[in-house]
DNA sequence: CTGAAAGCGCTTACAG
DNA sequence: CTGAAAGCGCTTACAG
């Protein structure tokens, strides 16, 4: 074993010490491009291991202008549906190179913009959007100084169905199913301080959804902070008055237990008294009894392909953009005919 | 609205030329330290607005040794325990002016291993370890390099109680109460391909604390990518057979829902016929009928803390470590008297 | 209070 | 195939 330098650092300078060649040598080693012979590159590695050399990425960062870092920026790392999505950044990432670099906005405008501008300074190379921004200008600013930015909305656009949103085909199969069912006026629930429009959008397209079904729609808002009788009650009033909703479609995943447990609370019986579905799919909503219908999409997927498109326009290789799979409508114990 | 300069690129010196100071003055004016005049801080201030002038990261890493990120290791991203914990580190690193660099190690070495050196290669200023890393001496060498490492398991020695692990009061607790409701054999239930020692660690835990108790307990393994029915089965046979298991304590949050799942399939009643316990909690876990009894421990508080005391750390200020709160034992309505 | 200059650890033309 | 040198964008003594 050879002793280490009293230091401790080591760089660049002291493994060509070490292997006694120059500086750019072991740059060329290390980076794997430029011609070296083989005895040169040999002599380069066993100094590099010897000394557990690891090139300084700021160092290489600033003179190469590549920081191969990439951030995701998510609205609220408190909501579950943003953890596959990540997960997918980070498989694709990590695979392809590029470290991932955190933010979470907390639903909050003034944290969002910190964390973009912490961002900025590091220069990521590019940055993914895990849902809708609160300050979209801003975004577009970090785009005209040239960061590459793909965001999980945006839309896809169907020429031939006229479909512009990968959540459409789940929603209308979803409203498709209740119709069948003899559903005639259901409730979207969501929570009072939804984020962005990302609820309202939802909302839309199951109205439109809807109209030619002959279904009403109406919207109900809830407060997640609020205890389960009183979440209970507002939702009893909904199913258990004069013209009564038949089904509960639920914003999110992240809303579903609190509205679950109140439905309980109320002893509502699902899907007897109303059916119930919400957007947003676990392992729980499976093990639940009963089993609770879902409009899911595979955020795992959606996020590595938008990952990949990234790192192709920062390597200048534009994938083919892969087709995302839409959303599809899950139909499980929670949903059952209108009560007549 | 003053022109953009043609190349767009806006560095210190741009700046120092909008304002007509030197670069040092302006680098005195954005890091905020050093002596400057109001009207000069005022006109460096205007310019630096103007042309949206954002310090680089990587050139002031290079020159300050500081990278001003700290890295977190999880073990495995799809375990929804870790994301509490995330959020933790996240809130306190944003609030403190660190980036957060989140790696994961996907329950795989070999990506922990490149994880790793892509942490150390971006000269992180702090690591969060959330959980037992799969090579303790990769972490070692780390620490020795100068890297600050602080982990979630690190123990907690309390003298006065003898205890050294967070996650022993909970565990008693639970145990205790078993041992009233008249539970003597109980079976612990975790994957097969458990990460690390987490899962024996609460499996010697459950033992220490049933010994005195009088309870007898073993250990199950499932496969959690097998069918419902199958897991089912292999519960049944724990719950059913001559000398039975007359409560199921789940290794973890994650696994919990493929195990209700299975036992419902299996038609066996919580709690009537076993009891059921899982590690962790959650929405869901309060929703599910019966709610489920939990052991859980408050992740995103003791992030913080750890975060705040590997900051404090970093700056040479070390916090006065706060009391993490330990884990506690929630008993909800899965946990009943022992069937006699 | 301000500026000129050195240097952090790399990569990349440019010579040889 | 290899080396010497310039320079990426900052910060920090050092003078003034």
Chains 1, 2 share one sequence.
């Not at 910190?114 to 940055?127: F, N």
């Not at 959008?201 to 002959?214: D, F, K, N, Q, T």
Request: hydrophobic share 45%; charged share 25%.
């Amino acid at each position: 074993m050879a002793k280490r330098s009293p230091s401790g650092k080591v760089d660049i300078r002291r493994v060509a010490e070490e292997a006694s060649v120059s500086i750019a040598t072991v740059s060329r080693v290390v980076s794997g491009r430029g011609p070296v012979t083989d005895t040169t590159r040999a002599r380069v590695e066993r100094a590099v291991k010897r000394l557990g050399y690891r090139p300084s990425a700021s160092a290489r960062s600033l003179r190469t202008s590549r920081s191969m870092i990439i951030g995701i920026l998510l609205p609220d790392l408190a909501n579950p549906v943003f953890v596959p999505f990540l997960r997918g950044v980070q498989r694709v990432a990590q695979a392809e190179g590029y470290s991932v670099l955190v933010v979470d906005a907390q639903r909050r405008a003034d944290v969002e913009r910190l964390a973009l501008d912490r961002l900025a300074e590091q220069r990521v190379d590019g940055l993914v959007l895990a849902g809708a921004a609160r300050d979209p200008s801003r975004i577009e600013e970090l785009r005209k100084v040239g960061m590459q930015i793909v965001a999980r909305s945006d839309r896809i656009v169907d020429p031939e169905h006229g479909v512009d949103d990968l959540e459409a085909p789940g929603t209308l199969a979803m409203c498709t199913s209740l119709a069948e069912l003899g559903h005639r006026r259901i409730a979207f629930v969501s929570r009072g301080d939804m984020l962005g429009d990302a609820g309202d959008r939802r909302l839309e397209l199951i109205a439109l959804s809807c109209r030619s079904l002959g279904i009403n729609v109406e919207q109900v808002t809830v407060d997640p902070g609020a205890n389960a009788g009183d979440v209970g009650r507002e939702i009893s009033a909904v199913v258990r008055r004069h013209s009564p909703v038949s089904a509960l479609v639920c914003s999110t995943h992240g809303l579903a237990p609190t509205l679950l447990g109140a439905i309980g609370a109320a002893q509502i019986v699902v899907p007897r008294e109303c059916s119930f579905v919400t957007y947003g799919d676990s392992e729980w909503a499976v093990a639940y009894r009963p089993a609770i219908s879902v409009i899911t999409m595979d955020l795992f997927a959606i996020a590595s392909a938008l990952t990949r498109r990234l790192i192709g326009a920062l390597r200048g290789v534009p994938e083919i953009d892969v087709a995302h799979e839409p959303a599809r409508f899950v139909i499980r114990d929670s949903v059952g005919a209108a009560p007549s």
